[in-house]
């Protein structure tokens, strides 16, 4: 079946950058859509960015300063992080939809930390 795995977190410097990856590896399936999500704790899980064939979408907190980016042969997905701010802290999760019915697949998620 489909599996996620992340990769790229760690500790940054505020102002600085990260780039997370995620591998998406499985047999008989054609990925949807694919995106980044994270969760920090207290709050709920959000929408961090998407892509899809028909673009890309964004929160307002990251307009400007993520980037997300896909490797549709290698089933790869990317986020570029930059001016990273302690607000960016959080666990951040890999997802794809794939299929027909477009299911929803979670990795397992890597840690962000913004703090000097």
């Known amino acids: 079946q489909v599996q996620l795995v992340e990769s790229g977190g760690g500790l940054v410097q505020p102002g600085g950058s990260l780039r997370l990856s995620c591998k998406v590896s499985g047999s008989g399936f054609v990925i949807n859509a694919m995106g980044w999500y994270r969760q920090a704790p207290g709050k709920q899980r959000e929408m961090v960015a998407r892509?899809?064939?028909?673009?890309?979408t964004y929160a307002d907190s990251v307009k400007g300063r993520f980037t997300i980016s896909r490797d549709v042969g290698e089933n790869m997905a990317y986020l570029q992080m930059n001016n990273l701010k302690p607000e960016d802290t959080a666990v951040y999760y890999c997802?794809?939809?794939?299929?027909?019915?477009?299911?929803?697949?979670w990795g397992q998620g890597t840690q962000v930390t913004v703090s000097s």
């Open positions: 997802a794809v939809t794939e299929g027909g019915l477009g299911t929803l697949h």
């Open positions: 892509i899809t064939t028909y673009g890309t």
